[in-house]
Nanobody, 125 residues
Framework: QVQLVESGGGLIQPGGSLRLSCAVS????????MAWFRQAPGKERNFLAG???????LYEDAAKGRFTVSRDNAKNTVYLQMNALRPDDTAVYYC???????????????????WGQGTQVTVSS
């Protein structure tokens, strides 16, 4: 059973930084494409960033320049470093795993078979 557990969310002032972590257990982490999504209240869950097993990355426009996705295959963990946070970054952030051995980082939620429970990020003064 593959499990994903996010951590690192919280309340942060505008302009601040947070690093989210997602620990994966029960699977073959170094074969998965990993991704971060977020869902604001009343809105759809949207792709933010993804990272392949060898470290190739893909970012949605909302994440470019401020967010960095990375992974540590030795620790079975994927990270999302978020800088210059804004109130419109407020959302529940989810990590997801694509175990289909694809070489393409998918932007749609349908590509990902495993999800974490989410971690709340609130950007407010």
């Amino acid at each position: 059973q593959v499990q994903l557990v996010e951590s690192g969310g919280g309340l942060i002032q505008p302009g601040g930084s947070l690093r989210l972590s997602c620990a994966v257990s029960g699977g073959t982490f170094n074969r998965y494409i990993m991704a971060w999504f977020r869902q604001a209240p009343g809105k759809e869950r949207n792709f933010l960033a993804g990272v392949s097993p060898i470290g190739r990355t893909l970012y949605e426009d909302a994440a470019k320049g401020r967010f960095t996705v990375s992974r540590d295959n030795a620790k079975n963990t994927v990270y999302l470093q978020m800088n210059a946070l804004r109130p419109d970054d407020t959302a529940v952030y989810y990590c997801a795993a694509d175990e289909a051995l694809s070489t393409v980082i998918g932007r749609g939620a349908e590509y990902y078979g495993y999800w974490g429970q989410g971690t709340q990020v609130t950007v407010s003064s």
